[in-house]
């Protein structure tokens, strides 16, 4: 998350939404590109660092050129490769050994 510090807002929060996907398909390897993004607009502004009219006006914007739909508390990524190239994001989750974990109830 520390280089998200640096990325424009619309890159910060397409990032954002890499990570929460990435950590969802560590439990759940048959998520593709719609799963649930439950934060609130306030919430991913913390998360972030920018404030939540700005995360809004984000968030019409990505959805306007196309790049995500956004119907809370899903979100589907569109150009999904296109994004994790814009925002170069590495998958360091799917790797992890999760042998050890707890099986759901």
């Known amino acids: 998350l520390k280089a998200i510090g640096r ?3 619309e890159n910060r ?8 996907w ?4 560590i439990m759940n390897e048959h998520i593709r590109t719609t799963f649930d993004f439950p934060l609130s607009q306030e919430v991913i502004g913390d998360a972030l660092g920018i404030t ?14 196309g790049m995500i739909d956004y119907h809370k508390p899903n979100v589907t990524l569109n150009h999904f490769d296109m994004i994790k190239t814009r925002c170069v994001f590495k998958d360091r989750y799917y790797a992890l050994d999760t042998s050890w974990y ?3 109830v």
Not at 13 to 20: A, E, F, S
Not at 22 to 25: G, H, K
Not at 52 to 65: A, E, F, H, I, S
């Open 13 to 20: 929060v397409l990032m954002l939404m890499l990570q929460v």
């Open 52 to 65: 939540p009219v700005y995360v809004n006006r984000v968030l019409k914007q990505l959805q306007r050129d």
């Open 102 to 104: 707890p099986l759901p």
């Open 22 to 25: 990435a950590r969802q398909r």
């Open 7 to 9: 990325m424009a807002g």
